[in-house]
Structures are given as C-alpha cells and as structure tokens.
C-alpha cells in the first residue's frame, strides 16, 4: 500500500489538468446555460431574451422542440419556434428543458460508464423535482424554487465528468466503496483524486452559476460548511436523501445520503410529512419520465 499516498496528489493534478482542458471545449452551451440563469432575473423581456439565447445554439433548439412536441406535453399543434414554445409553456419550463438538454449533452460517459446514464438522470430529476417540491413548501421566493430545480439537476455533475475523464478509475473507487461500506466520495478521492462535490464546485465556478448553485454542488454531502448559502445546500442535500429513500434513479454510492437533524429542523417536517413529500415526488417523476427518456436521448 505505499503507493497510495502518492497517488492522490498526482491524481489531483491530473484530474485538474483534464477538467480545464475540458472546460475549454465546454465554453459554447454553458454560456447559453450561464446566460439563461442571468435572464432568470430579468423577467421583462423574458420571450424576446430567451428566444434568442437558445437560438444560439441550434442543437439545443431542436432537443427542446422535440421535448415540447413530445406527447409528454401532448399539443395538439407542432410548435416550431421557441417563442411559442415560451408562450403556451412558460418562461421558466422552456429555460429548463434548455438547461437540462444543455447539461445532457455537455457530458457523454458513452455506453459503458461506471454509472448507468438513465439511473443518473433519474436521479437527478428525481432531486430537481423534489428540491422544488420543498422549497414550495417551505414557501421560498419563486426564484428560490426554480434554482432549486437546477441545483437539484446539476448537484452530482462532478460525477459525469469523472466517469467521463477516468472511467477506469471511477469504477475502482465505486467497487472499492461497495467493499469498504463507505461513502463513494471517499474512494472518488482516493482513485480520482477529488470528490465529485469539488469537480463540480470547479464546474460551477468556470460556468459561473450563481454562488447559490455553486455552493449546492460543492457542499451537498457536507451542509455543516454552506454557512451564506445554506439555504439552497439545505434544500439539495435534502432532496438527495429523500430521492434516494423514494428509490428513484441510482449514483453507485453504497451509503446514500440520509436526511440531516439540522436540515430536517430547518425544513421544519416530520415523519408524516415526509411521507407526503415522497409521495408527491414519486408521482411528479412517473410524469416526468418521458421527458427523462427523451432528454437522455434514448
Ligand atoms: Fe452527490
Ligand atoms: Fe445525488
């Protein structure tokens, strides 16, 4: 075992050294997506705005297309232009089927990635849905809520880039983690050289998301240490135990996350509560699940 120490150092570097050639190559859609959380703010010449920021990006206003025509939404017209699409289907759903088909695409771990692609994106449709149905509930601020759905989306996109950049790895530090009985971030470290929470908190950081959404992705197995932002950590962090308790998309990690005193105090639920909130979320992922195939492009 007397490389093991040695390795994470090098590792770290290498891993570092890969995630900023990558975001490099990344530049276009983030953009898009940065740009569509900043008109987020900016709601009075939100059609216009938003029109022609997916514009830019001519994949990405094809996927949405195909999304909004799907029968998950059932139109009986085709809607062919964003700008329609905005006005029968609201600035805010339009921005986020973007922002996830913008995600999706960004990152492509093929077909035999440690972690299946359709369990992930359950997974994190699972914690965008349930953010919202928390932060609803707790009665935050609208802009509140829809953050809440993207850090939920975005909280484990350390992951997909780790998968994609050291599949061999990944798959070590999941295998490992499963023999230990430990948290997978643990082994991330060790195998990778950093967790998927820091890998994305870096991706969050060259996006530049919102701190609120950075802080989601960087702290959400570790709330103790969100201090200005731990609302929105709270908010994620919670979503992702209750996700996993509802059984709904899997991430490999042998230990899922369970919900903290602290946050179920700030949350103000009880068991009953709970129990509603899981039920809700179960139904709102069965309708989404269309939306889940076709936006995993399968
Ligand atoms: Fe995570
Ligand atoms: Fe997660």
Known sequence: MSGV????????????????????????????????LEALGNTESAVGDLSRLIAMDKGITAEVLRLVNSTYYGFPRQVTTIGQAVVILGF???RNLAL???????FDAGRNAPIDRNQFWEH????????????????????????AFLGGLLHDIGKLFLCQHFPDDYRAAIDEAWR???????????????SHPLIGARIAEKWNLPPSLAAAIGRHHDVSRAQDNFEMVALVNASDALTNASKIGLVGD??????????????????RMLQEVQ????????????FLRMAAGK
Request: net charge neutral; with cysteine; charged share 25%.
């Open 180 to 194: 230990q009985k430990v948290r997978v971030t643990v082994m991330e470290q060790r195998y990778c050289g950093a």
């Open 254 to 271: 042998p230990l899922p996350p369970t919900l903290s005193p602290e946050v179920a105090a700030w949350l103000g639920v009880d068991a």
């Open 5 to 36: 120490a040695a390795t994470p150092v090098m590792a770290t570097d290498r891993t570092m050294t890969v995630l900023d050639q990558e975001i490099a190559d990344l530049a276009p859609r983030p953009l898009v997506a940065a740009r569509l």
């Open 279 to 290: 039920e809700e979320l179960k139904v709102k992922v069965d309708d989404a699940r269309e």
């Open 100 to 106: 996830a088909v913008s995600t999706f695409d960004t």
């Open 92 to 94: 805010n759903t339009v």
């Open 124 to 147: 994190s449709i699972g914690v965008a849905v349930c953010a919202q149905i928390l932060a609803r509930r707790k009665r935050l601020a609208v802009k509140v809520v829809e953050e």
